[in-house]
């Protein structure tokens, strides 16, 4: 398989979203004040094993869906001859299983089986919804729930749970599948509803929410993250006027820039709860989630 088709296939722009989010998973993890401060090496390697099951699950989007693509989508790597479902389906197992070799030879032994059985739910989410995101109307949460267990899985590998990081999953999951219904209409640039717009706003409430419970409580300076929760709203605003009928309507860039907000979001939690620098390295993500979605389509 060429790089260029496995970059198309995995929808590669969108990793730097699953980066923000494993730093933010962690982030909240040392909200109970357990957590362990992983190394440089160590953070790298996770953030690999995050980024393989993330390909994981475009791949294996893409093999369920060839039949679906054929009649919708000519231009996807299985349907134009660029590679095969038998072949995408290898290496996306592959993927799966090297995450999960990674994840237990990094973990400590007395955290190992929780993360590892986080991982394999996560794993679980990403497959239902592969398989059934096309017949079950409610599948958009299930694709929700894949970021709230990428948060929870790296939350264990460094500490334990906590309420704030469930509140901020859910919130996460809600911003998801708003995105995936929004996005269900995508291929015919239309929009079925407006009502998921609501679900986008969940995680920037609980940011607000978290800055003055938090941030303001402990002392230190709560503006930056003020400032990253404006930055993101109105990022999101401009995306969604993407959504919205006119000449100016173009839903493949309304969903990547909402997909790209994950990190400014992911940035604004992190700024709440102290980590700068960490913050920082989300905006970041950002910027590179928008630099890579020039030339690979982030859906």
Not at 113 to 128: D, E, N, Q, R
Not at 283 to 292: K, Q, V
Request: aromatic share 14%.
């Amino acid at each position: 398989m060429k790089l260029a088709t496995a970059l198309t296939l995995g929808r590669a722009s969108n990793l730097p979203t699953v980066w923000s989010n494993a730093l933010a998973g962690m982030a909240f993890a040392s909200v109970s004040f357990t957590a362990t401060t992983p190394s440089i090496a160590l953070l790298a390697a996770v953030l690999f094993a995050f980024s393989l099951l993330y390909l994981g699950g475009m791949f294996f989007n893409d093999a369920f869906d060839a039949e679906w693509d054929k009649a919708h989508q000519q231009n996807r790597p299985i349907v134009n001859g660029e590679t095969s479902v038998k072949e995408v389906s290898s290496f996306a197992t592959l993927f799966f299983i090297v995450a999960l070799a990674i994840f237990a030879g990094t973990t400590p032994y007395e955290k190992r089986a929780v993360a590892l059985t986080a991982a394999s739910l996560l794993i679980l989410c990403i497959l239902l919804y592969d398989w059934k995101h096309k017949q079950w109307s409610f599948s958009a949460w299930v694709m929700g729930s894949c970021r709230c267990m990428l948060y929870i899985t790296a939350a264990l590998l460094v500490g334990t749970l906590n309420g704030t990081l469930f509140a901020a999953g859910i919130c996460l999951t809600a911003y998801i599948a708003g995105i995936t219904y929004l996005a269900r209409s995508e291929h015919l640039n239309h929009v079925s509803s407006f009502i998921p717009l609501v679900l986008l706003a969940a995680p920037l409430v609980f940011a607000l929410y978290i800055t003055y419970s938090i941030a303001f409580p402990a002392g230190y300076a709560y503006w930056p993250a003020l400032m990253a929760i404006s930055i993101a709203a109105a990022w999101l605003i401009y995306s969604i006027r993407f959504l919205l009928p006119g000449p100016q309507r173009f839903i493949p860039k309304a969903i990547g820039g909402l997909l790209a907000g994950l990190c400014l979001i992911d940035s604004s939690l992190l700024f709440a709860l102290g980590y700068f620098f960490t913050a920082s390295v989300a905006l970041a993500c950002f910027g590179l989630c928008l630099i890579l979605q020039r030339n690979i389509k982030a859906s």
